[in-house]
């Protein structure tokens, strides 16, 4: 409810574009990094790290609360759409629990919060893995398998958001976003 009305908010203010536009982009990269771009594989099982939570944790930073959110939802849902659709209602939950450890309150993208938000995120983003898994399949000790190659593919995505939130800072991005989405 607090979501909705913020967005209220900002469309009385005249700052829904462009905050409705970022929130597009991100789930269009979100979408591209997790299906097809920039892949690395890991294990035997044909896992991978992708860039596409990195992305999800970059728009919990630079965006309001509900506008990542929907990027999240978004571009992992089309994700899954396009790639492994049983997956998709999944990952469309799950894509949005993970920003709530992010901050997007803060001058910097890596404040203390956020450099630890990426390991919590993989915390929640294993649980919601597990259980779906347990859900689709109809047994809940098979998944246990699939915990090892979800710490894998968070732990690089938490990697590559570190390195690249850190870059980023040095560049002073945060506040040019925030200047260009009017949120100063």
């Keep these: 409810m607090k979501g909705l009305m913020i967005m209220k908010q900002n469309m009385q203010q005249g700052k829904a574009i462009p905050l409705l536009t970022a929130a597009g982009l991100f789930a269009a990269m979100i979408t591209l990094m997790t299906a097809y771009i920039f892949h690395i594989p890991y294990g035997t099982n044909g896992g991978y790290i992708h860039f596409g939570d990195t992305f999800i944790y970059i728009a919990a930073v630079l965006l309001p609360r509900p506008y990542a959110l929907a990027a999240a939802a978004i571009g992992g849902g089309l994700a899954?759409?396009?790639?492994?659709?049983?997956?998709?209602p999944a990952t469309i939950i799950i894509k949005m629990l993970i920003t709530l450890p992010f901050t997007s309150h803060n001058g910097r993208m890596l404040s203390p919060r956020n450099v630890a938000a990426p390991f919590i995120a993989a915390l929640i983003s294993a649980a919601?893995?597990?259980l779906a898994e347990g859900i689709l399949f109809g047994s809940f000790l098979s998944p246990i398998a699939s915990l090892t190659g979800s710490a894998v593919q968070s732990g690089g995505s938490a990697v590559i958001f570190l390195a690249a939130a850190?870059?980023?800072?040095?560049?002073?991005m945060k506040n040019r976003a925030d200047q260009l989405l009017f949120l100063q």
Excluded: Q, V
């Design 166 to 172: 850190a870059a980023l800072d040095r560049i002073h």
């Design 80 to 88: 899954d759409m396009l790639t492994a659709p049983m997956w998709a």
């Design 128 to 130: 919601g893995y597990y």
